[in-house]
């Protein structure tokens, strides 16, 4: 498959996350054949090195806080303080110009599939 500027850095980011490690998704659903759901794992550096730790860290804040991935405004039903967390992650990311946020003009992945 074919993937966008800063996919591949997304997908292995992702991976160094959550490989190995147990985790929760809360509030999945599908939405027009597309899966969603906040997505939990435990800590990379959690102290217990198994997969019992506790899911504390959420996949998706966790990678728009490196430039990783971008907060779809688009998507109802996210409750306003994680929203707000989402949004305010992904500003930091902006001014730090980290991942995506480094090239010019990045281009947010809904528009680079086009209407689906």
Known sequence: ???QESGEAARSGLGALAAGRAVRLENPRADGGEWTARVWAAPTLARCG?????PTLDLGLAQIER?????DRRRPGQPAPVAA???QAEFAAK????G???GKNPLPPWEWRGPR
């Open 1 to 3: 498959a074919r993937l």
């Open 67 to 71: 430039g990783l991935a971008w907060h």
């Open 100 to 102: 995506l946020w480094a």
């Open 50 to 54: 198994n997969a019992d730790c506790p």
């Open 85 to 87: 967390d989402y949004q």
């Open 95 to 98: 001014i730090r110009r980290l």
